[in-house]
DNA sequence: ATAGGGTTAG
């Protein structure tokens, strides 16, 4: 098969400044293909490629499928669009170079290509393989293009190639990643008897969209089949117990890990010190990190990352500090744990300091999460002006996020002026998040502007904006248990709520005065607001534990949302008149409570 | 040639 013009490298633009033959032994001329195997660079391969026209050497299929396979295999743009020269260049397409490209696609910059250009061999005389699909489907989620995604799942099922080993997960992997989560339990379901990889793509989709217990019982029906998990799977396995704070679980695996020699995985470390901190064990972190000889970038992010998150800022910016002594190369990511560290200690300064490192230093591109930590650093810090005229600086347009992070701070520091504004700017860009009116609802409130509460609630209502419920969850003897704010009001005989009106009983003993500022109904009476904040999910969940565990060990609470001030208050006693030491970790962080104190400093 | 650790918006 021939290349059909012997013109292509001069049409490709960059051809004329990388033209320098390899010198030839034109009595021994060397074989193209062997050349191939010695290639480092694209420049290369393009002498090569130059080299292998001019010279009249034999050149076929296998010939151009090492080429494309070249620039296939780190995909960049310049690598990509002369792979793309070559493929078009050939007289008859060969479905083999086309599995390649598109395998090339779905991992660059423009992974739609791949679909666009499988569109157009369509119409030629072309037959997809068990190979076409899986790239294709990748490249289809890396692009969250469901609908696409749709139209090449059924053409697999024409063709009757969807039923496949490799086909599967990369198709279970393609409605995870563009959040039908349903659909790929439907793919997952068809399959006759799913392999390990199949469970893998299933259970990391539940995992990555926020669904752990759907996860961990497809890993427990896995090992009911005594299917053997691998290392793969125990990354989704312990990403879902950091996702519920299930520690027992969580050490379960760990032990696992270490009977079945998977503690050798760098990842499966770098995956225990997250779950060990998010289950609020961060001395168990820090021994498993000590431990690593090797440590590259991500397992030091995991490592500032928990530490920020347990407020332990000046150890965060410590580790970074080894971390550069060690020649480690810091990323976005790393950066992110930086900022967040010095957010929840209101380090200003140090937080900028950060930032403009890792600009000028590092030359990294901020993203959108990074604007996001540093308005939270600017807001909680009490510098609501600073923080406005960040988001207004900024080079691209504000996210509704970026907003209601401030919106939080406004809340924080009392700021209803300022908070109002914010909300309309909020409003215009999406109005259906229920929290965004929950915050200004309670600022009302707690100014007692009660008729702006209800004019606020109405309009919220009308939007049919609703609020996440607060959530709050405790693991006993390895079942986790699940509680929701205001539930059960009515059925006061149960256990729990006896145990939890005897709790708050004790507390007042204590000097507790329950803060119910935040409650929103005029119309109510003090005992009524009362009531409200004492059947909060966190006290529902403390109580539990005080009923549940032996008196003296640590109980460890799990919120979905940020812990309320009473509450916070609440915990305080508790840690004081119980003799508990209580570790809640709310959607934004953690909060060790001891001997009447709270890790925080109150500053969160 | 299929699944993949640290961030994921409070």
Redesign the pocket.
């Known amino acids: 098969m021939a290349i059909s013009s012997a013109s292509l490298i001069s049409s490709f633009s960059h051809a004329e400044t990388i033209a320098k033959p390899p010198r030839i032994d034109t009595a021994n001329p060397p074989n193209p293909i062997l050349l191939i195997s010695k290639c480092t660079s694209l420049r290369e391969l393009m002498q090569i490629h130059a080299y292998s026209i001019k010279s009249h050497l034999h050149y076929d299929v296998s010939f151009i499928t090492k080429l494309v396979n070249f620039c296939t295999e780190s995909p960049t743009t310049s690598s990509m669009s002369y792979a793309r020269h070559l493929f078009d260049a050939m007289s008859k397409q060969d479905i083999?170079i086309f599995?390649?490209m598109a395998?090339g696609y779905?991992r660059s910059e423009t992974p739609l290509e791949a679909f666009t250009l499988f569109v157009e061999i369509l119409e030629d005389d072309l037959s997809p393989?068990?190979?076409?699909f899986?790239?294709l489907?990748?490249a289809c989620?890396a692009a969250k293009a469901l609908e696409e995604g749709r139209q090449l799942h059924s053409l697999s099922m024409k063709l009757g190639l969807d039923d496949n080993?490799?086909?599967?997960?990369?198709l279970?992997?393609l409605y995870?990643?563009c959040e039908d989560v349903d659909a790929a339990r439907c793919v997952f379901d068809r399959i006759n008897e799913p392999?390990?990889?199949?469970?893998?793509?299933m259970i990391?989709?539940y995992?990555?969209r926020?669904r752990p217990n759907e996860a961990l019982s497809l890993f427990r029906e896995m090992q009911g089949k005594s299917l053997k998990p691998?290392?793969?799977?125990l990354?989704?396995v312990?990403?879902s117990c950091?996702l519920l704070g299930s520690l027992d679980l969580g050490r379960w695996i760990h032990e696992y890990a270490k009977i079945h020699g998977f503690c050798n995985?760098?990842?499966?470390?770098?995956?225990l010190?997250?779950?060990f901190?998010?289950c609020g064990s961060l001395d168990d972190s820090v021994t498993l990190f000590e431990k690593m000889r090797h440590?590259?970038?991500?397992?030091?992010?995991?490592m500032i990352?928990?530490y920020a998150?347990h407020g332990e800022a000046e150890r965060s910016m410590l580790m970074f500090e080894r971390m550069r002594c060690e020649n480690v190369q810091?990323?976005?990511?790393?950066f992110?744990?930086l900022l967040?560290a010095c957010s929840h200690r209101g380090l200003v300064e140090e937080g900028r300091e950060y930032f403009s490192r890792m600009v000028n230093e590092f030359k990294i591109v901020p993203?959108?999460?990074?604007?996001?930590?540093m308005?939270?650093l600017l807001g909680r810090a009490g510098r609501l002006d600073d923080a406005y005229r960040f988001i207004d600086s900024l080079p691209i347009n504000p996210?509704?996020?970026?907003w209601?992070?401030l919106?939080?701070a406004c809340s924080s520091h009392n700021d209803l002026k300022l908070a109002e504004e914010v909300s309309v700017r909020i409003f215009e860009l999406d109005d259906s998040?229920g929290?965004d009116y929950v915050?200004l609802s309670n600022l009302y409130a707690r100014n007692k502007k009660w008729r702006d509460v209800d004019s606020l609630r109405k309009v919220m209502k009308d939007r049919k904006a609703v609020k996440v419920p607060g959530c709050s969850s405790i693991e006993v003897k390895n079942v986790v248990h699940e509680f929701f704010s205001g539930e059960c009001v009515k059925s006061r005989n149960t256990k729990l709520h006896r145990a939890l009106d005897e709790m708050v009983k004790e507390l007042k003993l204590a000097g507790y005065v329950p803060d119910t500022s935040m409650v929103v109904h005029a119309d109510m009476s003090d005992q009524e607001k009362e009531i409200a904040v004492r059947y909060h999910s966190e006290k529902l969940a403390i109580a539990f534990g005080l009923l549940n565990t032996p008196p003296g060990t640590t109980i460890r609470v799990v919120k979905n949302?940020?812990v309320c001030r009473d509450c916070h208050n609440a915990a305080k006693l508790i840690s004081l008149v119980f003799g508990r030491r209580v570790v809640l970790r709310?959607?934004?962080?953690f909060h060790h409570f001891g001997d009447g104190r709270c890790s925080c400093g109150d500053f969160w």
Not at 265 to 271: D, I
Not at 330 to 334: N, Q, Y
Not at 399 to 402: A, E, F, K
Request: hydrophobic share 35%.
């Open positions: 083999m599995n390649s395998r779905s393989d068990h190979y076409t899986p790239s489907f990748k989620a080993v490799y086909v599967c997960p990369s279970i992997n995870t990643e392999c390990v990889v199949s469970y893998n793509a990391t989709g995992a990555r926020n691998n290392e793969i799977t990354l989704s312990l990403s950091s995985y760098v990842k499966v470390n770098t995956a010190i997250d779950m901190a998010k440590k590259d970038t991500q397992v030091w992010s995991a990352g928990a998150n810091p990323d976005e990511i790393t992110l744990g967040n993203s959108i999460k990074h604007y996001g930590s308005v939270d996210t509704p996020m970026l209601r992070i919106l939080s998040h929290g915050i949302l940020r709310d959607v934004q962080r």
